[in-house]
């Protein structure tokens, strides 16, 4: 049984940093595509950024030269730098492993950007 479980969310003041993590369990992430949504209350979920098998990432718009994606292969665990937030960014973050027909979810975690 795959599991992906997100942490490293929480409270943080405008401008902080926060780095979130995605472990898995019950299998390699290094065979999947991964990327981090985000959910904010009354909205949509979003696609925030993506990392490809191949190391390629790609990010929205509004988080371009503030968040960092990347992959621990060894460790089986995807990060999400996340820098100079903003109270817009406040929102559940979802990790997302996915290639062919397989798609899995974690549950989230919540990140909060307040004074």
């Known amino acids: 049984q795959v599991q992906l479980v997100e942490s490293g969310g929480g409270l943080v003041q405008p401008g902080g940093s926060l780095t979130l993590s995605c472990a898995a369990a019950?299998?390699?992430?290094?065979?999947?595509?991964m990327a981090w949504y985000r959910q904010a209350p009354g909205k949509q979920r979003e696609l925030v950024a993506r990392?490809?098998?191949?190391?390629?990432?790609n990010y929205v718009d509004s988080v371009k030269d503030r968040f960092t994606i990347s992959r621990d292969n060894v460790q089986n665990t995807v990060y999400l730098q996340m820098n100079t937030l903003k109270p817009d960014d406040t929102a559940v973050y979802f990790c997302?492993?996915?290639?062919?027909?397989?798609?899995?979810w974690g549950k989230g975690t919540l990140v909060t950007i307040s004074s």
């Open positions: 997302n492993a996915r290639w062919d027909t397989w798609d899995f």
């Open positions: 019950g299998t390699r992430l290094s065979v999947f595509d």
């Open positions: 990392i490809t098998r191949d190391d390629t990432t």
